[in-house]
């Protein structure tokens, strides 16, 4: 039988970088994208791309309308991120109702394996010191912080519910630390934190802990899960832990940058968030540094990976060569851009000076 790998979220970090790898082995690529998202034009050629919405059924049957003489691997990526600790009834909709409708759909379509993209943070945090493992069940998610994170949580036992009532749905969970990399064309929390040092934009930091795993790599792992992801089983995949101010030095070296920007221990933080609290209420302008990401840095972000390399042979590169390759692709992007405002710049003078004649 042939392959055929559906793939949500497509157009995303991950996404595109899995139907990139995908199409590099030779893979026939289903991408289900939103209608009119920009940013599908940054998946790649040879990748059927069908335009649709989780909550809507009908474009559903058009994903899993395929040949009969294919095994089908989903591949389930597609959600909302949200820093907001507060419930939201869209973010909830699409990341655990449209979840619902993935399996369901799977299970009506007899696919091979179903694979779903959660995150650790739908993982209870563990005391700093020890490492946090995958567990077997999601739910209450009382000790849970965010609102992503409960809801990736939710749909997490959604996927572990339809794998223990229906014994024909082979499907495995893969839980991302925060990912990063190359190609991140949505400019995500790494990507942004590079770019405002690289332009000496942050000055301060806070004592804390990055866990970003490269996307690439985290690609890797997902589709190898695809063929060797044990039914019913979660794997984390992250990188090493990495402080703030060794950050800021691997940035430094990437870049060939000396900057020494500060950083505030935890206390002074502390205090900092409080003030830019009430700063925020008065101006009306969200804080840059609030609750919830000085708990992000402050957390256990300690994942132990050895189950996902154990089953899958997942392997993440060094947390150095990451950001060295981001570096080289934020510079890249900058120059086609700075490029590109010269070129209408030109383009402007020469049809003033039409006028003119």
Same mark, same amino acid.
């Given at each position: 039988m042939?392959?055929?790998?559906?793939?949500?979220?497509?157009?995303?970090?991950?996404?595109?970088?899995?139907?990139?790898?995908?199409?590099?082995?030779?893979e026939?690529?289903?991408?289900?994208?939103?209608?009119?998202?920009?940013?599908?034009?940054?998946?790649?050629?040879?990748?059927?791309?069908v &335009?649709?919405?989780?909550?809507? %059924?009908?474009? *559903? @049957?058009?994903? $899993?309308?395929?040949?009969?003489? #294919? =095994?089908?691997?989903?591949?389930?990526?597609?959600s909302?991120?949200?820093?907001?600790?507060?419930?939201?009834?869209?973010?909830?909709?699409?990341?655990?109702?449209?979840?619902?409708?993935?399996?369901?759909?799977?299970?009506?379509?007899?696919?091979?394996?179903?694979?779903?993209?959660?995150?650790?943070?739908?993982?209870?945090?563990?005391?700093?010191?020890?490492?946090?493992?995958?567990?077997?069940?999601?739910?209450?998610?009382?000790?849970?912080?965010?609102?992503?994170?409960?809801?990736?949580a939710?749909?997490?036992?959604?996927?572990?519910?339809?794998?223990?009532?229906?014994?024909?749905?082979?499907?495995?969970?893969?839980?991302?630390?925060?990912?990063?990399?190359?190609?991140?064309?949505?400019?995500?929390?790494?990507?942004?934190?590079?770019?405002? &040092?690289?332009?000496?934009?942050? %000055?301060?930091? *806070? @004592?804390?802990? $990055?866990?970003?795993?490269?996307? #690439? =790599?985290?690609?890797?792992?997902?589709?190898?899960?695809?063929?060797?992801?044990?039914?019913?089983q979660?794997?984390?995949?992250?990188?090493?832990?990495?402080?703030?101010?060794?950050?800021?030095?691997?940035?430094?070296?990437a870049?060939?940058?000396?900057?020494?920007?500060?950083?505030?221990?935890?206390a002074?933080?502390?205090?900092?968030v409080?003030?830019?609290?009430?700063?925020s209420?008065?101006?009306?302008?969200?804080?840059?540094?609030?609750?919830?990401?000085?708990?992000?840095?402050?957390?256990?972000?300690?994942?132990?990976?050895?189950?996902?390399r154990?089953?899958?042979?997942?392997?993440?590169?060094?947390?150095?060569?990451?950001?060295?390759?981001?570096?080289?692709?934020l510079?890249?992007?900058?120059?086609?851009?700075?490029?590109?405002?010269?070129?209408?710049?030109?383009?402007? %003078?020469?049809?003033?000076?039409?006028?003119?004649?």
């Amino acid at each position: 039988m042939k392959k055929l790998y559906i793939l949500t979220g497509a157009a995303g970090l991950l996404g595109s970088n899995i139907s990139r790898e995908l199409v590099k082995e030779g893979e026939e690529v289903r991408a289900f994208v939103l209608p009119n998202d920009p940013a599908a034009k940054y998946i790649p050629e040879g990748v059927d791309i069908v &335009y649709g919405d989780l909550l809507e %059924k009908d474009s *559903l @049957e058009k994903l $899993f309308d395929v040949p009969s003489d #294919r =095994d089908v691997y989903v591949i389930h990526s597609a959600s909302i991120v949200t820093l907001k600790t507060e419930p939201n009834p869209i973010v909830h909709a699409v990341n655990v109702d449209g979840t619902k409708n993935m399996v369901d759909m799977c299970l009506e379509h007899h696919v091979k394996k179903l694979v779903y993209i959660s995150s650790t943070s739908a993982i209870p945090e563990l005391p700093h010191g020890q490492k946090i493992k995958e567990v077997d069940h999601f739910l209450p998610t009382d000790k849970l912080v965010g609102y992503y994170a409960i809801t990736k949580a939710e749909a997490s036992q959604v996927v572990l519910d339809a794998v223990a009532n229906h014994p024909e749905l082979d499907a495995s969970i893969i839980h991302p630390s925060g990912i990063c990399g190359p190609n991140d064309y949505s400019y995500g929390p790494v990507a942004t934190l590079v770019q405002q &040092y690289m332009h000496g934009e942050m %000055k301060i930091g *806070l @004592e804390g802990t $990055f866990n970003s795993v490269d996307v #690439r =790599d985290l690609a890797d792992g997902v589709i190898s899960c695809c063929e060797n992801g044990r039914r019913g089983q979660c794997y984390i995949m992250g990188n090493e832990l990495v402080t703030m101010r060794e950050l800021f030095d691997i940035i430094n070296e990437a870049a060939d940058l000396d900057i020494h920007a500060k950083v505030l221990p935890k206390a002074v933080a502390t205090v900092l968030v409080k003030v830019m609290k009430v700063q925020s209420k008065i101006t009306g302008k969200e804080a840059l540094l609030n609750d919830f990401a000085f708990y992000n840095l402050t957390r256990n972000n300690d994942f132990d990976c050895t189950m996902a390399r154990k089953d899958l042979g997942f392997k993440c590169r060094p947390f150095a060569d990451t950001i060295r390759d981001e570096v080289l692709w934020l510079r890249e992007e900058e120059k086609a851009a700075l490029g590109e405002i010269k070129e209408d710049s030109s383009k402007e %003078k020469k049809h003033a000076d039409s006028h003119v004649a």
